[in-house]
């Protein structure tokens, strides 16, 4: 088993940025991908970003590459989402979330454990 537990959430204006941390824990070694999903009130959840955990090889969705980085610390079991120049359509609970799968990870199905999700909300 895979524990994820997130943190970092909050209100922030538009333009400005946040950093989401997700502390893994258990048997990390069952896990090849971490992603970052969202889920913005009255919509599907959506995949946001995933990093390799061996490789650190990292894959975004259209809508946020160039302004959300994800990144990896090994030694420290965390996954980090940094998000930069907001928008007010980036308000979402955020979910931290693993993969077992070989394949690149890119819709909840794939993803195997789950956070609980903090709230990002950007105001215009």
């Known amino acids: 088993q895979v524990q994820l537990v997130e943190s970092g959430g909050g209100l922030v204006q538009a333009g400005g940025s946040l950093r989401l941390s997700c502390s893994v824990s258990g048997r990390t070694s069952l896990m090849s991908y971490v992603g970052w999903f969202r889920q913005a009130p009255g919509k599907e959840r959506e995949f946001v970003a995933t990093i390799s955990w061996n490789s650190g090889r990292t894959y975004y969705t259209i809508s946020v590459k160039g302004r959300f980085t994800i990144s990896r610390d090994n030694a420290k079991n965390t996954v980090y989402l940094q998000m930069n120049s907001l928008k007010p359509e980036d308000t979402a609970v955020y979910y931290c979330?693993?993969?077992?799968?070989?394949?690149?990870?890119?819709?909840?199905?794939?993803?195997?454990?789950w956070g609980k999700g903090p709230l990002v909300t950007v105001s215009s």
């Open positions: 979330a693993a993969s077992r799968r070989i394949g690149i990870p890119r819709d909840s199905s794939d993803m195997d454990y």
